[in-house]
């Protein structure tokens, strides 16, 4: 006999199961076939530990490592690792497991440059920062942001199924969710953080900052598979800030250099540059441009009062 019909039959005597009722569900279940479960099981799914394992690695890289003995152990075993996950996923016609591993690997000192200025960024940004190291190690946005940037290299590599997992390695862990599609420019800030929306096709440009509760987000339409593969996400321009819980949705709907959004601002259309946008009853929607004479966004006085 087996060991596996032994360990089955083991296993209905402690339970007192009907040995045929054990059997027919295994064969139910392994006959099962056709449907979206058995095209996901063919895509290939890997194990979502293995995944945010090797991403927990990798992110420890590219913010802290830099001892070069260590790099030199640590460098080729990641590559080893990815090069193992990428073997249990069904790649495109003309990808292939190797070529991908090293073609990552001679992006990850590109990475560590934005994610030196995405730290850069939170220091001048956060006046309660206290240090880099703090940021580094308590601040959930860096943290969510570094898988992002890692993600999304893979994303741009068309590597399957894997920057999806990291994504959500990375919500689950800092309540940041980022789609790896989206591309982010340099000197990004998340203030907070938690509930933090970034959708597939959103562009983000440089110098922008957004606090918690942010969705840059898609319309809703009824056929949505309808919409794959365009840009159903907005574009936020360079040097924006969207304040708390606010929404901006659409992929035609861009944000003009500038901008302030308001918190609990809703848009779902472009506005211009410089301009302010409020959900005060008062003063609902968008305000003229910034006058060139006014303070910067943000700006307060430093000067102690008399």
């Not at 296993?11 to 027919?24: F, G, I, K, M, Y």
């Not at 069904?90 to 292939?96: A, F, H, K, R, T």
């Not at 893979?154 to 999806?164: A, D, G, Q, T």
């Not at 360079?238 to 819980?245: H, N, Q, R, S």
């Amino acid at each position: 006999m087996s060991s596996a019909k032994s360990a089955v039959l083991r296993a209905t005597a402690d339970l007192a199961l009907d040995p045929d009722v054990v059997e027919r569900t295994v064969a139910d279940l392994a006959s099962a076939s056709g449907n979206t479960l058995g095209k996901a099981a063919e895509e290939g799914v890997p194990e979502p530990s293995d995944v945010a394992e090797w991403v927990e690695r990798c992110k420890r890289l590219v913010l802290m490592q830099r001892e070069r003995s260590a790099l030199r152990s640590e460098v080729p075993q990641l590559g080893l690792r990815l090069h193992e996950l990428l073997s249990g996923v069904n790649l495109p016609d003309g990808l292939e497991a190797g070529s991908l591993v090293e073609a990552l690997l001679l992006r990850l000192s590109a990475i560590r440059a934005a994610l030196d200025q995405d730290v850069e960024a939170a220091y001048r940004g956060d006046p309660a920062a206290r240090g880099f190291g703090e940021i580094v190690a308590a601040y959930p946005a860096i943290r969510a942001i570094a898988i992002h940037r890692i993600a999304h290299e893979l994303y741009r590599l068309r590597v399957p199924i894997l920057p999806r997992m990291m994504s959500e390695h990375a919500h689950q862990q800092t309540g940041i969710d980022i789609h790896p599609g989206a591309t982010i420019g340099s000197r990004f800030f998340v203030d907070h953080g938690t509930g933090v929306v970034i959708g597939e096709t959103c562009e983000i440009g440089d110098d922008v900052r957004i606090y918690q509760g942010v969705t840059l987000g898609a319309l809703s339409p009824r056929h949505g598979e309808s919409l794959r593969g365009r840009k159903r996400h907005p574009t936020i321009e360079d040097e924006v800030t969207i304040y708390a819980g606010a929404t901006i949705l659409g992929g035609d709907t861009v944000i003009g250099r500038g901008s302030v959004i308001g918190g609990n601002v809703w848009l779902t259309h472009s506005i211009a540059a410089g301009s302010r946008v409020t959900a005060e009853p008062a003063r609902n929607g968008v305000s003229p441009r910034r006058d060139e004479n006014e303070p910067e966004q943000l700006a307060w006085s430093l000067e102690s009062e008399s």
